[in-house]
Each structure stands twice: as structure tokens, then as C-alpha cells.
């Protein structure tokens, strides 16, 4: 109840479906619930009194009714099914649309491994619950309100029985769903560390066999797979128990119906057709615990999967939008970006002092190119991160064209904002598919000319079909170059005017780097940010910035940073080979 109660915003726009097959069922149960009626008339009218006709009479009707129950059935759970899909094709899609909203920070939280399995074996086991809910959820009371009545009306002696019958069932089914349902969220998240094990094996899987750590790998994917083995074969063990149990205590509530109740036979209190159809009786009344139980994995594991389902949806966005963004007008010139005393950390309980970035006040002119230089783990990334919102400062301001980030439509800011990232990450597809990425309207000519200035037009030509060869995914067919030049040109064909190069040319030889940064001189109106950890990427900005331990450490020109920063010093002597003058 708990997984229809979190499926249901999804679900209630189905609810006619819903009713139609529920009813459907109900209509099969009431069908059902006359078998045992005509069953005791066909001993005591039929055969006990030697009636024929009684006997061909009731069984064709019976037959007909049977008939007639299973097309209900029939019915109910094709609608079931169409429910079920219905429902769970909106899940999904909102599912995975609310992936897409999530910022950074969420996603940071979340493994790939974790949203994988929750987009997939979990949203299939609620499907497998709600193709079922539309028949079982009324079908079951029904039928054993239904039979409980017909028993007490038959023979109120023998109804102890089952009152003794019921609540031991009842209880033990109840055990096991309690239990059970803790297995199945802990055997869920075995499966996430089993996902995320094999996709960091299949993403590392160069890594791995440069360091010869495939024994190692092995062993830890055993690990992961052994544990998940463990905890299945624990739950499944606990219900494979639990259905011949309830089959003995049904067997012996029969037995002791038989033993009494024959005497009541002996008696001359009961027939031997109501003795017959009070056992049938009791077997819809132990009928609906029976399925319940068969049901209970799917149930406990719907359950779970619907638990971790809601985990997601409920994430809230780190990033939140404004409801009245402003919107970045089309005709402005170069957008200047200004950083006020800006701090950032990852983690809420952070220090000021232990912030990724702390401090930081920048202006950064429209139409200038700045570079942002330092060490790995210096911040710059993290800086960068923030003008776009994939993160949102943890204190201070972040403002493009003036305006504070955080008041702009989010969509305007990013379709003004380019990033060319260190590790670009190319979709299966071809060239021209890639490059158009980001803007699905760019013609042929735009294309070309973006990968000609990202020195991507020679070796685009010579593949196979030029700008309609495949790429294999995540740009496996290509060098790191490759796709680093092919991610920048995929940057300047959505011409925006904010372009930031996180360490994009770290791949390519100095020489095609120069020929790429020549492309900064043709730009109009256009801010263009540096990030690098080479001094060679940062020569010719007109603006350097230092970044070490997320603080800012020196800023001006090549020559000002030459003359009065020591680290920039120790910089240039390092990489360049060169003294300073």
C-alpha cells in the first residue's frame, strides 16, 4: 500500500483503467463464489438423489460460469497490464527528467550506479506490482469477505476452525513481509554497488589493464556478486519457507473441518454437498493468504524499489531556479562576470577555512580573455563550475552582466555560456551530430568553420564519411586530442558569449594549442576564460589570475606576474626551462 501510495501521482490519471479492471475482477470472484453453491447442489439434489438431469443441468451451468470467470479474470488483468504501462512509462520519463534537473552537487551524491538501477530494476519491479494491484487489491477481500460469510451461513459450528485457521496464517505471512521487506531494500543496494562496480570496470577499463589489476578487479566484482548471492538467497529462502507452511496449516484446518465436520454429517446436521462446499469455502478464505504469500516477494520488492524510486524524486535541486529568472537579452555585448567575496564548499559542515574556494573577488571585463592559472586542486574548476550554476556559491556573489546569477533564467545563462571541458565526453552518433549538440539548427557551413578554428576540420575529412562518420561512444574510436579539438568546436558552434576552456587543449601538441587560440583574436563581444595548468595556455590573456588553495595569489599580465609573483616565477621556470629576467 505504502508503494501504490507513492505511485499514485502518476498512477491517478489511469484511475479509469484501474476501475475497469478491478471490477472486472470483482465480477470474476462473485462468478467464483457460486462454484461451491452448485458443486453441493450437484451431491444433494443430483447424485444423492439419483437426478440426472440435475446433475448435466447444474454442471453445464457451472461450466458456462467457469467460463465467464476466467474472461473476467482474462479481462482484468489485460487492463492490469495497460495500467501498469501506462503508469510506469510516466514514471520513467519523469524519472529520468528529474535526473536532468538535478545540479552537480545532487549528482554528486548519487551515483551513476545507483541512478542506473533505480531507472531500471527497480522501475521494472513496480511495473510487475501494479500489473497485479489492479486484480489482487480488490480481488482479495472480496473473496474472502464473500467466503467467510458463506461458511458461517452453512455451518456456524465448524466456523472456529478457521477463526483459529486465519490469524496464524495471517501472522506468519505478516512476519515475512516485515522481514522480507528489509532484505529486499538491502539486496537493492547490493545491486547498486554491483552496478557501479562493473561501470567503473568497464569506464577504467584501460586503467586497469595499464596497472595489470585485473586479478584485483576480479576479486572485487566476486565480492560485490557474492554479497548480492548472499542476501538473495537469505530472502529467498525465508519466502520458499513459506508457502508449504501455509499449505500444512490449510491442510490441517481441512483435516479438522473433515473430522468434525463429518461428524455433523453422521448427525444429520449437514450434508455432504455443503461439506464439500464448506471445504471450498475455506479454500477461498485461505486462497487469497496463499497468493498474498506467492505474491509477497514481488510485493516486498516493489516496495523497496518504489522506497528508492521516491529517494530520487525527492531529491530537491541543489541549484534552485528562479520562478521570475531575468533572461539575458540577445543583443547585449560582451558579458562581464564579477565574483564578490565568494567562499564554496561541497560539504555543508565545511569551515570557511577549509572552503574549495574562499574569498574570491574578481572582475572579469566583457570581451577580454583571462586566464585562470594553477596547480591541480588549486580551485579553478570549482570557480569556473559556479558562472554557470552547477553549483551555487555557498557564500557571496556571482554576477554575469551584471546580474546575480541566481536571479537568471537558468536556461538564458547556459545558452549564453560555452564550456569546452578537459575530458569531453562525445555521444554516440556522428560528427556533425556532436558538433551540433548544442545547437540542433546549426547548417553545414557552421559547422565546418567551428571545427576548422578548432583545428578539427583535417582529421574530421579524413575519416571515412567525413563529417557523417560514427562516432563510437564517448568518442571511444578517437585520441584524446581528438576529442578534446572536437568538443571545442562543438563549444563555438552555439556562439556564445561567455567561452570557458577548462584545461580543453591539455591533449594537444603546442603547436595545434597556438593555432587554436588564434581563434580568441577573431572573437566579438565575446568573454573568453582560461582555465590551465600550462603557463603556455595563459601567455597570451590579457588578464592572468593565480589560483593556489582556492585563494587568489596574483593577478595582472605575463610580464606584472614576472616581476612581483614568486609563485608565478617558480611557474615559468618549471615548465618554460627559462630564467626569469
Known amino acids: 500500500m505504502n508503494a501504490i501510495r507513492l505511485i499514485w501521482p502518476w498512477a491517478r490519471q489511469y484511475w479509469h483503467i484501474a476501475a475497469a479492471g478491478s471490477l472486472a475482477s470483482v465480477v470474476g470472484v462473485l462468478i467464483n463464489l457460486t462454484i461451491p453453491l452448485l458443486t453441493s447442489r450437484i451431491i444433494d439434489d443430483g447424485i444423492a438423489a439419483e437426478d440426472s438431469s440435475t446433475v448435466v443441468r447444474t454442471a453445464l451451468l457451472m461450466i458456462g460460469l467457469i467460463i465467464a470467470g476466467m474472461a473476467s479474470s482474462a479481462v482484468s488483468s489485460l487492463l492490469g497490464i495497460r495500467f501498469a504501462f501506462h503508469t510506469i512509462t510516466d514514471l520513467r520519463r519523469d524519472l529520468y527528467g528529474h535526473v536532468q534537473n538535478l545540479s552537480f552537487g545532487n549528482l554528486d551524491r548519487l551515483t551513476s550506479g545507483e541512478i542506473l538501477t533505480r531507472l531500471t530494476s527497480d522501475v521494472t519491479k513496480v511495473t510487475s506490482l501494479l500489473s497485479i494491484a489492479v486484480s489482487f487489491v480488490v480481488q482479495i477481500p472480496v473473496s474472502f469477505v464473500g467466503a467467510l460469510v458463506a461458511i458461517v451461513v452453512i455451518d456456524v459450528s465448524l466456523v472456529p476452525i478457521v477463526f483459529v485457521m486465519v490469524p496464524v496464517i495471517g501472522v506468519l505471512v505478516w512476519y515475512v513481509i516485515v522481514r522480507s521487506n528489509v532484505l529486499y531494500d538491502r539486496l537493492q543496494s547490493r545491486l547498486d554497488r554491483l552496478n557501479t562496480v562493473l561501470q567503473e570496470n568497464i569506464q577504467g577499463t584501460e586503467v586497469i589493464k595499464a596497472f595489470v589489476r585485473q586479478d584485483h578487479e576480479v576479486e572485487r566484482f566476486d565480492r560485490a556478486a557474492g554479497d548480492l548471492a548472499d542476501d538473495a538467497t537469505l530472502v529467498n529462502q525465508l519466502v520458499a519457507s513459506l508457502f508449504p507452511t501455509l499449505i500444512l496449516l490449510s491442510s490441517l484446518g481441512i483435516a479438522a473441518v473433515l473430522w468434525i465436520g463429518g461428524g455433523n454429517v453422521i448427525d444429520g446436521q449437514l450434508s455432504e454437498g455443503e461439506l464439500v462446499a464448506f471445504i471450498q469455502f475455506m479454500a477461498f478464505i ?291 626551462g627559462e630564467p626569469v629576467a
Not at 331 to 340: K, M, N, Q, R, S
Not at 402 to 414: A, H, Y
Not at 418 to 433: H, K, N
Open 286 to 576: 485461505a486462497m487469497p493468504m496463499m497468493f498474498f504469500a506467492f505474491l509477497q516477494p514481488l510485493l516486498s520488492a516493489a516496495g523497496a524499489s518504489m522506497n528508492r524510486i521516491a529517494e530520487v524524486t525527492n531529491e530537491q535541486a541543489d541549484v534552485v531556479v528562479a520562478e521570475d529568472g531575468k533572461v539575458l537579452p540577445s543583443a547585449a555585448g560582451a558579458l562581464d562576470i564579477t565574483f564578490e567575496n565568494v567562499y564554496f564548499h561541497y560539504r555543508a559542515d565545511t569551515a570557511h577555512d577549509e572552503c574549495a574556494i574562499r574569498g574570491i573577488s574578481l572582475h572579469i571585463p566583457g570581451g577580454t580573455t583571462v586566464a585562470i592559472l594553477g596547480a591541480t586542486g588549486s580551485g579553478k574548476s570549482t570557480l569556473v563550475n559556479l558562472i554557470p550554476r552547477f553549483y551555487d556559491a555557498s557564500h557571496g556573489t556571482v554576477r554575469v552582466g551584471g546580474i546575480d546569477v541566481r536571479d537568471l533564467d537558468k536556461s538564458s545563462l547556459r545558452r549564453n555560456i560555452g564550456i569546452a571541458l578537459q575530458e569531453p565526453y562525445l555521444f554516440s552518433g556522428t560528427v556533425a551530430d556532436n558538433l551540433r549538440f548544442g545547437r540542433p539548427d546549426a547548417n553545414d557551413a557552421e559547422i565546418i568553420a567551428a571545427a576548422t578554428a578548432a583545428q578539427a576540420h583535417d582529421f574530421i575529412v579524413a575519416m571515412d564519411k567525413g563529417y557523417e562518420s560514427v562516432i563510437e561512444q564517448g568518442g571511444a574510436n578517437l585520441s584524446g586530442g581528438q576529442r578534446q579539438r572536437l568538443a571545442i568546436a562543438r563549444t563555438l558552434v552555439v556562439d556564445p558569449k561567455v567561452l570557458i576552456f577548462d584545461d580543453s587543449t591539455s591533449a594537444v601538441d603546442l603547436e595545434t594549442e597556438a593555432k587554436i587560440q588564434q581563434i580568441f583574436d577573431s572573437l566579438v563581444d565575446v568573454t573568453v576564460i582560461l582555465v590551465a595548468q600550462r603557463i603556455s595556455t595563459a601567455l597570451g590573456a590579457d588578464v592572468i589570475v593565480l589560483l593556489d588553495d582556492g585563494e587568489i595569489v596574483g593577478q595582472g599580465t605575463h610580464a606584472e606576474l614576472l616581476l612581483t609573483s614568486p609563485i608565478y616565477q617558480e611557474i615559468y621556470r618549471s615548465q618554460l
